[in-house]
């Protein structure tokens, strides 16, 4: 039986007085990739930030690694989870300086300037996710799917046992998509990389992760959680989504593939 390095207890969470999910139970085994699905507004992002602490839950348990997370001091955290949010920052400094940030948890009291371990760290990812030859060039005047390579860059020199990512290909192009997706891959496959991340595309996440978690706005619960052929079907989609699909297989990978179904209109006349 394997062991949970994420999991969550009867959590509820929302902003405020409101609640966006309840009774919130998953559990994210080391090496998976796990994603997150489900329509605008169904808690998505909300329940990546309330892992990550970055808000509050209103009732229930986070525990990392069996610890209860509440209890980790946040440096600690730090050196084992690195979080690629929505938007990606553009700073006006160099993609060096900016992976370099990555470092920050492993500075010792008083420590200014980054060792030259912390560079040696720093350089690795930026060849390993293709960033190498853009080091010198300026955040804010690299393109978008740059910028996100850079982030997972900065994310990846924190040396993670576990990467959050939230909606990393979101509005890319399917070029860089692919490129990000078959990065994410690399670094589970040849880094043991455990993966949780939300996901717009239900295709993206049907090829690319080893479990779907699929979010119910409408309920504010879990509808469904299992591998990509359990969660992505017809029936599934349609209550959830409130939208009419057909659902086929790839016939490359063998996953679930969803098309929309475009609603007849009758004809005038």
């Known amino acids: 039986m394997k062991e949970p390095i994420l999991s969550t207890r009867n959590l509820d969470c929302g902003y405020g007085k409101v609640p966006v999910l309840t009774d919130i139970n998953i559990d994210i085994d080391r090496g998976e990739i796990v994603s997150i699905i489900g329509p605008n507004g169904a808690g998505k992002t909300t329940l990546l930030r309330t892992l990550t602490q970055h808000l509050k839950h209103r009732q229930g348990e986070i525990r990392f690694e069996r610890q209860n997370m509440a209890t980790i001091p946040r440096k600690d955290l730090a050196r084992k989870i690195a979080v690629v949010g929505q938007v990606t920052e553009q700073p006006m400094i160099s993609v060096g300086e900016y992976v370099l940030l990555g470092r920050l948890p492993f500075f010792r ?161």
């Open 109 to 269: 009291r008083y420590q200014l300037f980054e060792s030259g371990e912390d560079k040696r760290v720093a350089d690795h990812y930026m060849k390993l996710t293709n960033t190498w030859d853009l080091k010198d060039a300026m955040m804010n005047e690299i393109s978008g799917g740059e910028r996100q390579l850079a982030a997972i860059a900065r994310a990846l020199t924190q040396e993670p046992v576990l990467l959050l990512l939230d909606e990393p290909t979101a509005h890319l192009d399917i070029s860089h998509q692919h490129q990000i997706m078959e990065l994410v891959a690399t670094l589970n496959r040849d880094l043991q990389l455990t993966v949780l991340m939300v996901i717009h595309d239900l295709n993206l996440a049907s090829e690319y992760s080893d479990r779907l978690i699929l979010l119910d706005g409408t309920t504010g619960r879990i509808h469904h959680t299992g591998p990509p052929q359990a969660v992505l079907t017809r029936r599934a989609i349609e209550t959830v989504y409130q939208t009419n699909v057909l659902v086929d297989i790839n016939p490359a990978s063998g996953n679930p593939f969803i098309f929309l179904v475009k609603t007849k209109h009758p004809t005038a006349g």
